[in-house]
């Protein structure tokens, strides 16, 4: 599969720190187990979309399943993750053309992004048309970090390649954008009127991409480094978090509580470098890269038994009884094997859900805040090896 230099799913990097694309090439572009689970849930994405807005029939639909069957990553949850996905599109489908006879539907759409971006292209999942407007519907698989739609630079080039390709055919008033989430339960849409849209891709986007793709301007260190293929080696952030650990406290025999709140800022920021050094240089070491200083040696082994060969013998001095420990699955596989509406009305009732660790976390986290009241209820609690 080719990349753009420029991808949308990067945008919000390259048009902050510019020069960052044209330093990515000097990296393969690696994939993931979690890429690649993501790449086959929009291929079982677009095989049921098209098929429950009836852009296919029963036997395409069927053969298509069947094949996609095979797919390492196919399992139940995805088909159901996925299934309610093409709900969601058929729905907003159905209801838009109601409306608007002539409504459009085109699922996996290749676009050209070239008008704004050098060379750009990329694929939008859905796109409906209708009536003045534009929705433009990205799945988004991860179940790591919840997206928002609004001024997503992503969501927002697509829509200008959509704009670009069906503008001529319809009158284009508003543009819709939406991020459809399953697996956090999160549908995020934003809604900006086509001129608006056309105004920050003339101002902002193209001047921007037109530096990024010529690999000038400046680095600029921040969140989006976590994406950046040359974030462990970069000496631009480097810098960044070494000006950060250069903290100046003030006279005194104890931290200050906003001290401590701009340390634990400090500290989250210098711990996610810190850990993508290390495992670019653990990588670099086991191809032959010595550090000086540092050696690469074994790590602490852990004894693993050959089961299929371990059981029947073990079965035969002790019987099944003894060697084996049986717990009732968990509440997320007992939900798939049941269907969520018939788990609930079997079992709801003893279904609870315990208080969770307290943990601290930026304010931008989405999540609510606990009162100061609420420290009572933790009294009890195992506070050790807090995490978020």
């Known amino acids: 599969m080719s990349h753009a230099l420029l991808s949308p799913s990067g945008a919000s990097r390259w048009m902050t720190c510019t020069p960052s694309a044209r330093l990515e090439e000097q990296f393969p572009n690696t994939t993931s187990v979690y890429a690649e689970e993501g790449t086959a849930a929009h291929a079982l994405a677009e095989i049921f979309v098209n098929y429950h807005t009836g852009k296919i029939g029963v036997d395409p639909f069927d053969a298509a399943l069947e094949a996609f069957k095979g797919n390492e990553y196919a399992n139940d949850e995805m088909y159901t993750y996925i299934l309610g996905y093409a709900s969601y599109i058929t729905e907003l489908f159905n209801e838009v053309r109601a409306a608007t006879q002539d409504a459009l539907l085109e699922s996996e759409v290749k676009l050209d992004l070239s008008k704004y971006v050098p060379g750009g292209f990329g694929t939008s999942d859905v796109i409906i048309i209708a009536d003045g407007m534009m929705n433009v519907i990205d799945l988004k698989y991860g179940k790591g970090v919840s997206v928002s739609a609004e001024n997503n630079k992503q969501m927002m080039i697509y829509a200008l390649g959509a704009l670009e390709q069906y503008g001529w055919m319809y009158d284009i008033k508003n543009v819709r954008m939406t991020v459809y989430q399953p697996r956090l339960d999160n549908i995020s849409a934003w809604e900006i009127s086509a001129g608006k849209l056309l105004s920050w891709a003339e101002t902002a986007l193209k001047p921007k991409a037109e530096m990024a793709f010529d690999g000038a301007g400046e680095y600029q260190a921040g969140e989006h480094c976590r994406f950046c293929r040359a974030k462990a080696v970069c000496r631009a952030r480097a810098e960044a978090n070494l000006r950060l650990a250069q903290y100046e406290f003030k006279p005194g025999t104890l931290l200050s509580d906003a001290e401590i709140g701009d340390i634990l800022k400090i500290a989250e920021n210098l711990k996610n470098w810190v850990d993508n050094v290390t495992a670019y240089a ?22 693993v038994i050959d089961e299929k060969e371990a059981a029947p013998v073990l079965e035969g001095l002790y019987g099944k009884d003894q060697i084996y420990n049986v717990k009732l699955k968990g509440i997320g596989d007992l939900e798939k094997l049941m269907g969520k509406k018939e788990f609930n009305a079997a ?9 969770g660790k307290p943990t601290l976390v930026p304010e931008t986290d989405k999540r609510p805040e606990w009162k100061a009241a609420a420290a009572a209820d933790f009294e009890d609690a195992d506070l050790s090896n807090l995490s978020a």
């Open 282 to 303: 653990l990588e670099q070491a086991i191809n032959g890269v010595k550090y000086e200083g540092w050696k690469l040696v074994e790590g602490r082994s852990v004894r």
């Open 347 to 355: 079992v709801g009732p003893l279904i609870s859900r315990p208080l």
